[in-house]
């Protein structure tokens, strides 16, 4: 913006001192000098101090007093062109005093014109601006709205007779008790985990903590019966007795991360176990896993799976009411989650 000003001044001020040499009138380099250095203050003045003002009325009282002031102060000028240059004749007042208000209406009125036309600008830009926040917000919306639609659509797939599964579940639980008691306890932990897996899929609730620890007691079951207890895995809680019944979380938002533990962890060392940890105290909930990773074997973090966690937790809580850590190290494999709950607001109910 800086040179298109100063290139516009100096067309400006070439083009008057050539229109006064042409007519041959009398100007000193000061006189000049002072001339454009009070007309240039006089233009910004103007364009970016009075013109912004809103009340319109101190608009019509400012605009005749710096026109006004503007003549004083060239006036004053005149004088000190008198002192300096002693062959230099006073243009009578009255002369004066049109060819000063003349050229003070000439640049408000240019400081104007110019005050408008970057209004202009501004404006246009704000409603491009704000036409550009209308097309993102439209597409966010459409998003939304498609996950949605594909939210519901596989909410109502997962609710295709449930009862069929279950029935057929106990049958084959039924079939295969009295043959292998380990295969009927299986079948019978993960139909309750199915059970709890159809039943809570929707993010629009919490369920309550106690749940979705039981979901994952019975996960480290089913594991443990499949592998004949090779896989060490240990869930330790530390739970505030007043409000434990109170405490919610996300349906099946923790089993996201212990399944990560079985699928690339080494929980063969009884004496490394997986550590799952849950606690609760005083306005927050804790989550935090731990395993040995196995030799040679990356863990994504950022797989479907924890993907599909860090989304959850982010379309139902607020940005601080909850923080997520992952560490991926040669010792070993983390998870931190950290979930902000209404401590006050339990403790009083």
Known sequence: MLPWHLLGWFVLIAYEITFLMALEAPRTPLGLFLSYSLCIMLFYIHAYVIMPIKNRYWLILLIPLE???FYLIEMSFEHIKLFVADTYKLTPVKTLLIQYTY???Y???FATV???FMNALQ???RLLKLEKQRIVDERLQTDLEMKLVRSQNAKLRSQIEPHFIFNTMNFIYDSVESVSE????TILLLSEMMHYALQKTDDDYEVPLQVELENIRNLIRINNIRTNNRL?????TDLDSEDEDLLKTLPLLFITFAENMYKHGDLTNEQTPGIIYVSAKKG????????KKRPHKAIDGNSMGIANAKERLQNFYNKKQFSLSINDNAEGYSVELKIEYAYDKLLYN
């Open 67 to 69: 026109i006004f002031v």
């Open 103 to 105: 050229r003070g209406i």
């Open 107 to 109: 640049f408000v009125s």
């Open 114 to 116: 110019y005050w408008l």
């Open 123 to 125: 404006s246009r830009d």
């Open 182 to 185: 380990k295969a009927g306890e």
């Open 232 to 236: 060490h895995v240990k869930l330790e």
């Open 284 to 291: 927050e909930l804790l989550f935090t896993t731990w395993n």
